[in-house]
């Protein structure tokens, strides 16, 4: 089993930035597919940045970077220019060659005031 774990989220005004990471409890030099979804209230989860093929969705392109740091066996997701509308549960997400199914992170609120 994998267990990936969130850090980052909290409250920013509009215009601000947040750090989102998620910390792997293996190594990612083989993760297969790897990337941020976010839930909004009453929404259906989308997949916000993918980390394997660099695409966002593009409400946050050009305001969303993605990254690792293998040697942390960790991800990242900086937000910059946050919107009242980015506010949302942000999930990490992730697959390795080596193992079967996915596995999620626990979530970690991104609340933007306006």
């Known amino acids: 089993q994998v267990q990936l774990v969130e850090s980052g989220g909290g409250l920013v005004q509009a215009g601000g930035s947040l750090r989102l990471s998620c910390a792997a409890s293996?190594?990612?030099?083989?993760?297969?597919?790897m990337g941020w979804y976010r839930q909004a209230p009453g929404k259906q989860r989308e997949l916000a940045a993918d980390?394997?093929?660099?695409g966002r969705i593009d409400s946050v392109k050009g305001r969303f970077t993605i990254s690792r740091d293998n040697a942390k066996n960790t991800f990242y997701l900086q937000m910059n220019s946050l919107k009242p509308e980015d506010t949302a549960v942000y999930y990490c997400?992730?697959?390795?060659?080596?193992?079967?199914?996915?596995?999620w992170g626990q979530g970690t609120q991104v609340t933007v005031s306006s």
């Open positions: 980390l394997t093929s660099g």
């Open positions: 997400n992730a697959r390795w060659w080596n193992l079967s199914g996915d596995f």
């Open positions: 293996r190594s990612i030099s083989s993760i297969k597919t």
